[in-house]
């Protein structure tokens, strides 16, 4: 025992990733647990009657639905006639196109029937120029925007301008939303004046059925790689967010299927061009100047309405995805750094900004640290290697552990996956995580750091392959 002390002491790093981990798996247990109880209660509710209260257009709230588009020609079609078959009183359409070099405006022109319109342009946000806006002949809801090229905040920003409706919903080009989606995550906006944004779930459609814009029947891609974001995506939307929902802490709402208030995202100055996480920096900006303004004002993340897309089935895919991830979660935290440890800004400066910073941020070079010492520790034997398997199994807490508890609240709560060789095939997968895919990640990670840290900002084209590979082909 005197020899493992002396070992100990001689060695911080140790300590310091010990330390480190069990912040982690303390932190997340705490999650789970807040978790667990916020879909207990949601699940006792009775979901028809409130899908039909909600409908109604005496309460509900209009919402303008934007759809920033660059070269999306596989994918447009099925956004498009999934939004048009969901289940809302009151809404319109805005697809922005910023400036494709594919056929993605030529598609929409010709199946949409669009005509070219004069409409006057409120210019409350500076943007790129528009080129011209059309108008659907089959539905009038649907407007088409066609604009020089500016990245998507500045699509969002377009879209903005062009919108009639107070609230309006961002959703991916290349995403598909279930028929209650818009209806449910509005829910809390229509409930109270004081929810100025909310956002909902965002599930993997790869090896699902989709035809013309409908989930026909869920599946899973066969390619390991896609079924672990599947794990990933669970556990980061039915632990985290809604962890930091229950307390107004939420930092990220997805950007492929969030709500605002116009008003206030105008007051904001909209989303920002200069920055690679726009969604993440716009929601935590919203929380900074509603604290400084002293409004009781909340951002809300609700479980259950889902919107689906497609994920990189490629490591390469990946690797640019989650490195721009990290890159934006890193400049939001930083435009926004008034905010860290400032009683000011109440728990989102002494809680959540800590969190994002310490096990998100900076995690990544403490588990490097962590995964280096294992194999380290392993040629060198004694003390060492006792020292790398209480580390491995605490590795394997904190990853395997908790992603095998969200695959069971996604089966219990959601039903997305309702088939149990499905629930069981995840489980099995979960089990190899911290062997290939949490090091893989925490790479790409690293990387997105040392882009930020280097000022590169690179957003790198994402190869897509289509949703639908049987309906609504390109032509």
């Known amino acids: 025992m005197d020899y493992l002390l002396k070992q100990m002491l001689i060695h911080p790093f140790v300590y310091l990733i010990?330390?480190?981990?069990?912040?982690?798996?303390?932190?997340?247990?705490?999650?789970?647990?807040?978790?667990?109880?916020?879909?207990?209660?949601?699940?006792?509710?009775?979901?028809?009657?409130?899908?039909?209260?909600?409908?109604?257009?005496?309460?509900?709230?209009?919402?303008?639905?934007?759809?920033?588009?660059?070269?999306?020609?596989?994918?447009?079609?099925?956004t498009v006639q999934s939004l048009l078959c969901?289940?809302?009183?009151?809404?319109?359409?805005?697809?922005?196109?910023?400036?494709?070099?594919?056929?993605?405006?030529?598609?929409?022109i010709k199946n949409f029937k669009m005509k070219k319109i004069?409409?006057?342009?409120?210019?409350?946000?500076?943007?790129?120029?528009?080129?011209?806006?059309?108008?659907?002949?089959?539905?009038?809801?649907?407007?088409?925007?066609?604009?020089?090229?500016?990245?998507?905040?500045?699509?969002?920003?377009?879209?903005?301008?062009?919108?009639?409706?107070?609230?309006?919903?961002?959703?991916?080009?290349?995403?598909?939303?279930?028929?209650?989606?818009?209806?449910?995550?509005?829910?809390?906006?229509?409930?109270?004046?004081?929810v100025i944004a909310t956002g909902g779930s965002v599930k993997i459609a790869n090896g699902s059925d989709i035809q013309m814009g409908s989930i026909m029947s869920v599946g899973f891609s066969k390619k390991p790689l896609v079924v672990m974001q599947v794990i990933e995506y669970f556990r980061a939307f039915l632990m985290g967010r809604i962890a930091f929902s229950k307390s107004n802490m939420v930092l990220i709402i997805s950007g492929a299927f969030s709500v605002f208030s116009k008003k206030y995202v105008i007051d904001a100055g909209g989303y920002l061009r200069n920055t690679i996480g726009e969604d993440m920096e716009l929601v935590v900006r919203l929380h900074r100047l509603t604290r400084e303004k002293k409004e009781k004002k909340k951002i809300v993340f609700v479980p259950d309405p889902v919107c689906w897309t497609e994920a990189p089935e490629t490591v390469q895919t990946l690797r640019k995805q989650r490195g721009r991830w990290h890159q934006g979660l890193m400049e939001s935290l930083w435009k926004n750094r008034q905010m860290m440890l400032n009683p000011k800004y109440g728990r989102i400066g002494m809680i959540a900004f800590p969190y994002y910073l310490i096990i998100e941020c900076v995690g990544p070079i403490v588990e490097l640290g962590g995964y280096i010492y294992v194999i380290y520790a392993f040629f060198t034997g004694k003390v060492y290697f006792e020292f790398a398997v209480l580390l491995l199994l605490l590795f394997i807490l904190y990853g395997t552990l908790f992603s095998m508890l969200s695959i069971i609240l996604e089966g219990w709560t959601m039903k997305s996956y309702p088939k149990i060789k499905d629930l069981f095939n995840l489980l099995i997968l979960s089990f190899t995580e911290v062997l290939w895919y949490k090091p893989l990640t925490l790479l790409f990670r690293l990387e997105g750091l040392m882009n930020y840290l280097t000022r590169k900002s690179s957003w790198g084209d994402m190869t897509r392959k289509g949703l639908d590979r049987k309906v609504g082909k390109v032509e």
Not at 68 to 74: G, M, R
């Open 18 to 78: 010990l330390f480190y981990v069990l912040i982690i798996v303390f932190t997340y247990t705490i999650m789970l647990l807040f978790s667990l109880y916020t879909l207990w209660k949601d699940h006792q509710l009775d979901k028809v009657n409130l899908y039909e209260e909600l409908n109604d257009i005496q309460f509900s709230k209009p919402v303008s639905i934007l759809v920033p588009a660059y070269n999306e020609q596989q994918n447009i079609l099925d």
């Open 86 to 108: 969901i289940n809302y009183p009151e809404y319109e359409i805005i697809i922005i196109n910023d400036g494709s070099k594919d056929k993605t405006l030529d598609v929409l």
């Open 118 to 194: 004069d409409k006057v342009v409120r210019k409350q946000i500076t943007t790129n120029p528009i080129r011209a806006i059309y108008q659907s002949t089959i539905n009038k809801k649907i407007v088409l925007v066609d604009k020089e090229n500016g990245g998507k905040a500045d699509a969002l920003n377009c879209g903005i301008n062009v919108s009639k409706y107070p609230y309006f919903c961002s959703i991916d080009g290349d995403c598909i939303l279930d028929t209650n989606s818009l209806l449910r995550v509005m829910e809390p906006i229509i409930q109270s004046d004081d």
